[in-house]
């Protein structure tokens, strides 16, 4: 089994609760981005990145600061990128899963959410976890 980091930004607790499914499926623990620093990526053999669309749909400014950092530790470890959001149509997940490839990140999945994670959005997050974690 792979050891998994889910790490994840909230504001509401949506991005919360889909990193702790994830996390679950995934047998680790969701770790909160300012518990987490791009010095610990070597210590995981995949990832999984959370943040909600925030303002005109992009990533949390203290939140990306994290999330750039980490950019050139990641290598070709298995990266999936997941969110909430409540306006607009997903377009900062589209933006961040482009930017991560164009970075060369291994993304192999992204995942959001409107609002709350439903019943499907949590059974979606529960097999990336199991994808993640094989």
Known sequence: ???????????????????????????????????????????YDALAFGCPAMGDEELDPDF????????????????????????GTGAWMEIWKSNAIDAGINVVDTLIANLAPDDEAIAALEALGTKLSA
């Open 64 to 87: 990306e600061e994290l999330w750039d950092s980490a950019v050139p530790e990641l290598g070709d470890k298995p990266v999936a990128l997941f969110g909430s959001y409540d306006w």
């Open 1 to 43: 089994m792979s050891k998994v980091a889910v790490v994840y930004w909230t504001m509401t607790g949506n991005t919360e609760a889909m990193a702790n499914a994830l996390a679950g499926a995934a047998g680790s623990e969701a770790i909160p981005w300012d518990e987490f620093s791009a010095d610990r990526v070597a210590d």
